[in-house]
């Protein structure tokens, strides 16, 4: 079983970056793919970005393509997400979440394993 902690998160204006992180505990981080989810106030939680075990995969949302960067740091423990150019849509609470499942997941369902989440707020 693994643990996440999300941090990172803040206020930011347009235009601006974060970086996010989520900690896993445990030994075993490199059997998980990872994912990154949202959910902005009144919506639904949505997929934003996965990553393969080893990081030779990535997937997004069309939304953040070129923009977002998932990365990990099987070493560290550690999944990241490098928001650049944030616009105000992107504000909404942030999740990591882990899956011992797919290669690369999607998917809500396809993950059992979620953080506490982390607010990131982008004023125009």
């Known amino acids: 079983q693994v643990q996440l902690v999300e941090s990172g998160g803040g206020l930011v204006q347009a235009g601006g970056s974060f970086r996010l992180s989520c900690a896993a505990s445990?030994?075993?981080?490199?059997?998980?793919?990872m994912g990154w989810f949202r959910q902005a106030p009144g919506k639904e939680r949505e997929f934003v970005a996965s990553?393969?075990?080893?990081?030779?995969?990535?997937d997004y949302t069309n939304s953040v393509k070129g923009r977002f960067t998932c990365s990990r740091d099987n070493a560290k423990n550690t999944v990241y997400l490098q928001m650049n150019s944030l616009k105000p849509e992107d504000t909404a609470v942030y999740y990591c979440?882990?899956?011992?499942?797919?290669?690369?997941?999607?998917?809500?369902?396809?993950?059992?394993?979620w953080g506490q989440g982390t607010q990131v707020t982008v004023s125009s």
């Open positions: 990553i393969s075990r080893i990081g030779c995969s990535t």
């Open positions: 445990g030994r075993t981080f490199s059997s998980y793919a």
């Open positions: 979440a882990g899956t011992l499942g797919p290669i690369i997941a999607t998917l809500e369902k396809a993950y059992g394993y």
